[in-house]
């Protein structure tokens, strides 16, 4: 199972971007997918969530900015980002709960992370 994610770059605060990050390989069920960010010194954090029902959950400091969502029949996560901050400076990383088989257990994937970096 392999996780692809695509879509950083740098941008002007205020701006937008959307990541993707595409889920491939021997998969049964994709559970929670979810995208975290880790900025220079700090810790990873999770910046949101979605289930496999389209229940979403947001970091406090991005909520009313971004939003998660899914397409499951392409096992791809997406999170539209707006109103972007220079805080928001941070590699990406999309994050997902896979079972590969009927009665196998869901593991974790992370992808490879993708930069975003918003200037002033």
């Known amino acids: 199972v392999q996780l692809q994610a695509s879509g950083g770059g740098l941008v002007q605060a205020g701006g937008s971007l959307r990541l993707s990050c595409a889920a491939s390989?021997?998969?049964?069920?994709?559970?929670?997918m979810g995208w975290y960010r880790q900025a220079p010194g700090k810790q990873r954090e999770l910046v949101a969530s979605?289930?496999?029902?389209?229940?979403?959950n947001y970091a406090d400091s991005v909520k009313g900015r971004f939003t998660i969502s899914r397409d499951n029949a392409k096992n791809t996560v997406y999170l539209q980002m707006d109103s972007l901050k220079p805080e928001d400076t941070a590699v990406y990383y999309c994050?997902?709960?896979?079972?590969?088989?009927?009665?196998?257990?869901?593991?974790?994937?992370w992808g490879q992370g993708t930069q975003v970096t918003v200037s002033s």
């Open positions: 994050n997902a709960s896979i079972q590969r088989s009927l009665l196998g257990v869901a593991y974790d994937y």
């Open positions: 390989g021997s998969i049964f069920r994709i559970n929670r």
């Open positions: 979605i289930t496999s029902g389209g229940s979403t």
